[in-house]
């Protein structure tokens, strides 16, 4: 890259990563931000990503037309690395929820409740991730086609492990789904939307 070129890392990866780049750019006389995405599939495909930046304020100017070429919201997290931070947060609560929601339908339908009943109402109820909501309808169709593969959910769970042992946090919730979406990951469901923990631990409990 030529000197002042402003690298813009739109991958999940952990804070520490973000900021060694933004090191190594410095030293080659490149500007670093980093900008991982929130959305699946079709965000992407619509260009309605919402983009979570770590940079200085003069750089995230000069790219943020790009970025909402790509997106519909740009949020200005911090310095390099705290975008990366914010993603590691987002996802350890994506994968937490999907998990609650997949064992909490599976609850229901031992108990004798209705399936339908289920889908139509828990999804709809304020103590449920917006989210849910559009994953609720694919696991009622059986459809486990990847928007995020559950292979890639994992790899952010190891990541958020990591980041969680450097700031020495316990992350007990996040400890658990990554043992749970490890083992799914072992069992074929890797490339299956990572909604697919549903299909996982019917098969498993």
């Known amino acids: 890259m030529k000197k002042n070129s402003l690298w813009v890392d739109c991958s999940t990866v952990d804070p520490e990563f973000s900021r060694k780049s933004g090191e190594k750019a410095k030293q080659n006389a490149i500007r670093f931000m980093d900008a991982p995405v929130a959305g699946t599939k079709a965000p992407a495909e619509n260009g309605t990503l919402t983009f979570f930046v770590g940079s200085d304020k003069l750089s995230l100017d000069e790219v ?5 070429f790509m997106g519909t919201k740009v949020i200005h997290v911090g310095e390099i690395g705290m975008g990366t931070s914010l993603k590691m947060l987002v996802n350890a609560m994506l994968a937490e929820s999907m998990i609650v929601f997949s064992e909490t339908l599976l609850l229901g339908e031992k108990m004798g409740l209705s399936k339908d009943l289920l889908f139509d109402t828990l999804p ?17 169709e059986k459809n486990f086609d990847p928007q995020f593969p559950l292979e890639w959910m994992l790899k952010d769970l190891h990541l958020i492990s990591k980041t ?13 789904a990554r ?8 069992q074929g469901f890797s490339r299956k939307d990572f909604s697919a923990i549903y299909q996982f631990l019917k098969k498993e409990f």
């Open 64 to 68: 943020e037309p790009l970025l909402l």
């Open 124 to 140: 709809n109820l304020p103590v449920i991730a917006p989210f849910v909501k559009a994953k609720a309808e694919l696991i009622k």
């Open 164 to 176: 969680a042992l450097e700031n020495k946090q316990t992350i007990l919730m996040g400890e658990l």
């Open 179 to 186: 043992s749970i979406y490890l083992k799914a990951n072992e």
